[in-house]
């Protein structure tokens, strides 16, 4: 490398070198792709070994300053000192950028996101829509407390109460909520956090059909002529009286448990069919197949009065509801402590930090709060 180069990279080097604290990780990536530069680094670090002797005895502040001087005054006679200072840069920055990235793909590594926060509105959303030969018409509005919707007071519903036309509702309930809903036949449908139910303000037909993502526990008004069937994403359920729970959130297969009476539950054809009893948990394989397996029942009927109930499962899992009941993201920065088995019970209605403290007592591991994102370590 001759003068001439030195010069022509010396203002690039020292002005990277000024800025290194404040760098982004695009910065860094362009400066590490910048083979040119990171190889002149490379020749200048190893300029500067060679001269180790006189360096020892440098002031780097010093050689700095004289390195600046030099740019503006050209003078040749501190010419070793500009080199040093020039590969000091060149360590500077090579240093930073491993160790930036080092930090960065490390702490990466250790971090597994189990639940994302929404952003989105936090309020209880009805959609309707109403559709017949000459129009189609969608109206937005968010409900107001209590947290119950009963299609049985048309009072409250005094546009349902003069349509002729059944209309089709959309409930959405946000993380962080549940709601209530009496359908038209006196079914109860208790839904969950982050869960959507489509349904009619009015059965008719022979069925009585409703469409569920996420969870809700269901208790059916018994009338034989108009079995009730529950539509999912990857199954149906078909009951004629009955309580049970129905899971099916968003990348977890549909899980139907069955608290009293009896089902029918199919694949969305309808074609492959199975019969639970209480006490039973149906899940559908990729093959189309079942599951069935017996359950303990109190998990899927305490979460609608208002708990977290776990016996026997991890702490993914837990922390995967806590995440959602309070709209908050979970990363976990200890891998093994996904699969730790816990017996955990605490009120929703409680604060997270009061949830969180209850988890710690267990100790399973170190769990807080940092940036309003949840941490288990």
Known sequence: MNDQDINNHNDELLKIMEE??????????????DEQLMQECRNLQMMAAISRTERENL????????????????????????????SLAAITIIAFIWSTNHWQYTEEAKQILVFQAD?????????????????????????????????QQTDNLQKIAESQIPETHTLSVPKGKAFKIILSDGSE?????????????????????VYLEGEAYFKISKDEKHPFIIQTKDMQTKVLGTEFN???????????????????VADVMGKNATQIKP?????????????????????????????FYYDNVSL?????????WYNMTVIFRNADAMS???????????????VIKLLNGMEKGKIYIKDNKIYVE
């Not at 948990?281 to 609608?304: C, H, M, R």
């Not at 993914?316 to 959602?324: F, N, P, Q």
Request: a positive charge; aromatic letters at 10%.
């Open 189 to 209: 449908v208790d839904m969950n956090a982050d869960s959507r139910l489509i349904y009619p303000t009015r059965f008719t037909g022979n069925v009585r059909s």
């Open 246 to 264: 129905i899971s099916s959130y968003t990348g977890n297969a549909t899980k139907v448990t069955l608290i009293k009476g009896k089902v029918e």
């Open 20 to 33: 290194l604290p404040s760098l982004t990780k695009e910065s860094l990536d362009k400066l590490k792709n």
């Open 59 to 86: 002031d780097i502040d010093d050689l700095l300053t004289k390195f600046k001087q030099k740019q503006k005054k050209k003078n040749i006679a501190i010419r070793k000192y500009v080199l040093y200072a020039a």
């Open 340 to 354: 730790y088995k816990m017996h955990y019970v605490a009120d929703r209605n409680q604060d997270i930090n009061h």
């Open 119 to 151: 952003t989105a509105s936090m309020s209880v959303t009805l959609k309707t829509e109403r559709k017949n030969n000459e129009n189609s018409s969608n109206s937005y509005w968010n409900t107001t407390t209590p947290n119950t919707l009963n299609y």
């Open 279 to 307: 006490g039973e948990q149906a899940s559908i394989q990729e093959d189309g197949n079942f599951t069935i397996k017996k359950v303990e029942l109190d998990p899927y009927i305490y979460w609608q009065e208002g708990y």
């Open 316 to 324: 993914a899992e837990i922390m995967t509801a806590i995440g959602r």
